[in-house]
């Protein structure tokens, strides 16, 4: 039997990397009962961090679900990764959850990715919890954590809890709401001690008390009348108004707790129950044209939000049912590829491990092995209607490198499996250099293409060797020019004849290629000039400097001769290519390199350091915004300074600087530097030629 939709919670766990956020998921599973032991990500035991390169770098790299219980209500958990070259696991869990629990290192306090995500969250109008982790470290500090969420996410988030003791010396929370102490003497809710709060921290908890008051107290008009006018407001009011403004993402709850320590978990679980709102707390989703109610007597749609990719077990697709129910032994019809898949067994899942389910209902979150079309995205529905979730904006890829297979005859095992990767995350791009003929595979940072190569030994046993890309140049010409090419060949028979004169000039944008036909009086017949056509657009394909295409020149094929029994197509074809070559030589021929718009977002006090680097990468800032508390810069940089930009702007940034990077336009090559090109060119010629 399925879950009743308003008794189940689907919350992301989200925030910064180093958070603590697999910690905290540990210690929640534990609390409830879920595991019988509580793993670290130091020892690599937690269930959330199952794959080998998780436990090895000792981050999260993909979404992990579980789902247990607590309060007699189903609890739906989406561990999410910190790290930004992972976060479209994180965008698409926010999308299918009601709520999100932001959690933050009481050290490092708000951090970027923190503030990108929440904005995503407030787009999406979910209702958002904090968790203040780690209030045992060094330098850790409950309160000036506090201001700094205000400052970052204004005055609705509030302290519903403050800390007894800091660092090393921290014990237990008070409540403000039941305004009680609870004492932790060590793992589990039964070591939560009530108790009368300390007389120390009396006055402290009365004031961030009356903090809370004025907030909950504004989430409707009677109640902040009878609030100001000095009436007694009952606990029991004061909790409905907590939930309500918490639902409506008015009011933003600040929790805390130790999660390695266990410390406030259980105070958690009993926040998400009793103030996050359930899939049915907002009404239906609207897609397009339908609205979708958490209805299990309606047609069934699911939304497919997650791809997980194993050699062994096939695909594992996680989705999220907005209407009606999925059955095991069912069938469900892909609406984006209008097919239907049988829907096998079901799964609840425990991170890496799972069991089997009968069926799941609206509302709820669960996953399906095994379909053949199916992969994020897409919805799962009974009929064919047309129907398409927003398409999730992500982050354009900016680290790529060139990849080919260790082992010859592994093409195709390599680039099938790198597919099944991309399906699992949208964020790696695949794409063949159509000039260098390289295979190119580009990701959100190095970590991140690093993480593809392994995955690929670790599931698929392919491996590869990275490299990186060549710099698509180009070639132009600076002035015109005429040349004449003749091929002629006689060797017995019918021999071979073409002759042709072309004058090349600059086009005025410097881009593309025009031929242009100025034969007169037949002294190349019509069905000849296709082919100097070919032949000078070959020659183009290798240009005279360094051996890149040619671009930007216009052609004029203005004379000629032929034979009436040896000229042919393939002689006109030669005698246009050797014409080309011998133009290009003389006109002023020069190097293009590829400029790219650059948008660059790091912390202000960093921004002189990042202007001065990108300098020295012959950049050209174009200007500065403040976005989401940080500077966004927009500059021009050639491609070639921005191969290894990645791994530099995160150690002049701290780790907080990203960038994303789009083509522009192909400039000239300084001289200086177009010669260590050609240099390097006739290096590998000569080294191919050996």
């Not at 595991?35 to 937690?46: A, F, P």
């Not at 053949?372 to 995205?377: D, I, L, P, W």
């Not at 001065?612 to 810069?633: K, Q, V």
Request: contains cysteine.
């Amino acid at each position: 039997m399925h879950e009743a939709p308003d008794r189940i919670r689907n919350v992301a766990l989200v925030g910064h990397r180093g958070s603590g956020k697999t910690s905290l998921h540990e210690a929640l599973l534990f609390q409830a009962g879920a595991v019988n032991r509580m793993g670290t990500v130091v020892d690599g035991t937690t269930v959330a961090d199952s794959d080998p390169d998780e436990r090895s770098r000792q981050m999260s790299i993909a979404a992990a679900m579980a789902s247990f219980r607590w309060q007699d209500r189903k609890i739906n958990l989406v561990d999410t990764p910190g790290e930004p070259s992972f976060i479209a696991d994180a965008l698409g869990a926010l999308r299918v959850c009601e709520s999100a629990v932001f959690v933050i290192n009481a050290v490092m306090s708000v951090e970027v990715s923190t503030t990108r995500l929440w904005k995503r969250a407030e787009e999406l109008d979910l209702a958002r919890l904090i968790f203040v982790n780690m209030l045992d470290r060094e330098r850790a500090d409950f309160f000036r954590t506090l201001d700094a969420l205000k400052g970052a996410f204004g005055d609705h988030v509030v302290a519903t809890e403050i800390p007894i003791g800091s660092e090393q010396d921290v014990r237990g929370v008070i409540d403000l709401v039941d305004m009680r102490a609870y004492v932790y003497d060590g793992f589990g809710h039964e070591s939560a001690r009530a108790e009368e709060i300390p007389a120390e921290l009396a006055d402290e908890a009365q004031e961030y008390r009356e903090k809370l008051m004025d907030e909950v107290a504004m989430t409707s008009d009677a109640l902040a009348e009878r609030y100001l006018e000095g009436e007694e407001i009952s606990h029991e009011e004061i909790v409905a108004a907590l939930k309500e403004g918490t639902n409506h993402g008015n009011i933003f709850p600040v929790t805390c707790g130790v999660a390695t320590r266990n410390l406030g978990s259980d105070r958690l679980l009993d926040a998400i129950v009793e103030d996050l709102p359930s899939p049915v707390k907002h009404g239906g989703l609207e897609v397009g044209e339908l609205t979708l109610e958490a209805d299990p007597e309606k047609p069934l749609y699911a939304y497919v939000f997650k791809t997980r990719a194993d050699p062994f077990a096939g695909k594992l697709n996680l989705f999220r049912v907005y209407q009606g129910v999925v059955r095991h032994d069912s069938q469900a019809l892909n609406t984006r590829a209008h097919a239907k898949e049988r829907i096998g067994q079901l799964l609840v899942l425990q991170g890496k491990e799972s069991s089997p389910a009968e069926s799941f209902g609206p509302g709820d979150l669960g996953a399906v092995a095994k379909l053949k079309e199916t992969h994020a995205g897409d919805w799962l529905a009974e009929r064919d209607a047309p129907i398409s979730m927003p398409q999730i904006a992500l982050p354009a890829p900016v680290m790529a490198f060139a990849i080919a297979p260790k082992s010859k005859g592994d093409e195709d095992k390599v680039f099938s499996s790198l597919r099944r990767l991309q399906e699992e995350d949208p964020t790696i791009e695949l794409r063949r250099d159509q000039q260098t003929g390289e295979q190119i595979v580009a990701g959100l940072s190095q970590v991140h293409v690093e993480v593809v190569v392994e995955r690929l030994k670790s599931r698929f046993g392919a491996e590869v060797v990275l490299k990186p890309p060549r710099v698509p140049y180009q070639e132009t010409i600076r002035q015109s020019a005429k040349a004449h090419g003749r091929h002629k060949k006689q060797s017995g028979g019918r021999g071979q004849f073409g002759d042709c004169h072309i004058e090349i000039e600059p086009l005025d944008n410097g881009e593309g290629f025009e031929f242009v036909n100025k034969i007169k009086g037949g002294v190349i017949p019509t069905s000849f000039i296709p082919a100097v056509e070919k032949g000078v657009v070959e020659a183009m394909e290798q240009g005279v400097v360094a051996g890149y295409p040619v671009k930007g020149v216009r052609v004029r094929l203005y004379d000629g001769q032929y034979h009436t029994v040896d000229s042919s197509e393939i002689a006109f074809k030669l005698a246009g290519a050797q014409a080309m070559r011998q133009a290009l030589e003389q006109a002023s021929p020069v190097l293009l390199e590829p400029i790219m718009q650059v948008t660059i977002s790091v912390p202000e006090s960093s921004v002189g350091d990042v202007i001065g680097d990108l300098n020295s990468r012959r950049g050209r800032p174009l200007g500065m915004d403040a976005a989401s508390g940080m500077t966004e810069i927009k500059a021009e940089v050639p491609m070639a300074e921005m191969l290894a930009y990645a791994p530099d702007l995160r150690g002049i940034t701290g780790g907080q600087g990203e960038f994303t990077m789009l083509f522009e336009r192909y400039e000239e090559m300084p001289a200086h530097l177009a010669q260590k090109v050609v240099a390097a060119a006739h290096s590998a010629g000569e080294a191919d030629a050996a």
